[in-house]
């Protein structure tokens, strides 16, 4: 006899990516950042160690609210913290989605959000893109039990962009709401923000993982109309963010040049490892985020990814049924990305 509802019976459970807590690995297999966080992150940890840790930090994180808001040009009580963005994307699926409900997202994205379906006991429906990788208006079409659309810009594993006006018009024609995950969007050129203030149903999802070098801090938010966040905070765990997290995400924030280096040194070693792939006869797709989706017509992407492990550089073979196989690289420092690419010639 099980002592669990059915619906976690079945389901497989989300696999991260490795994170090998022994050895020395190149990490090109997670998407974090390469470099050391800003400065001003350690000093924040320190000064709120120094003052301790007996006391529950604050439910709201309303400092980072505050500075948030003054950079994003919104209104703090927009403004909803959560243990990593995975964590909004939990409070978001558990407030919204009921049991027998659905859950939309496009094909292929983010496997996270069809485990968090199957938590709910919701089903999803998964929206292929289409060959230029716009989404096709079915995207916002009624479905029977649709509570919650869900679209990663730029998306998990291609990188690529849906523009924001067409996601506004998704938006606005969804019976629903839709969650824009922005969490890569500080590499890319443009993002949704501004657009919560013109359509309630649209919503925008942040996350320090990635643009702020701080996937080990857990920490991210979303911006939503003042009356979903207040329906939101009823679902979230009173609190959600610990003290050195608040500290040093708001700390991190704040540092605007730190953001505007790092996002440059990025971009340039992006179009690095694009060349390079290139060079090797990969077909890459331009990315807008902090890795690319590459494959090879001759090689296997299983083999190259063994390969690159046994000389210590991770990246991610992924496979999607019906879509392809291929590989997610993670863009890391110019270093990293010439050891990764001279491995891949040898191969080749
Ligand atoms: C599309 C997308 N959304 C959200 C996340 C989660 O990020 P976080 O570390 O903030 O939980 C990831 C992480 O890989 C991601 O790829």
Redesign the pocket.
Known sequence: MSYFRPEIEAMQGYVPGEQPQVGKFIKLN??ENPYPPSPAVTRAVTATLERGLARYPDPLAAGFCQRAAELYGVDPDSILCGN???EILTILTRALVGQGELVRFPYPS?VLYRTLAEIQGARHEEVPFDADWSLPNAFAAPAPGLKLSIV?NPN?PTGTMIPPARLLELAEQSPCPLLV?E?YADFAETNCVSLVAQCDRLMVSR?L?KSYGL?GLRF?FLIAQPQIIEQLRKVKDSYNCDALSIAAATAAIDDTAWLADNRAKIVATRQRLTDGLQRLGFKVIPSQANFVWAQHPQHEPRPMYENLKKNRILIRPMNYPNWGEGLRISVGTDDQIDACLGLLEAMI
């Open positions: 997670t998407n990593g963005s995975d983010y990663p998990s995950d969490a996350t993982s996937a991210g």
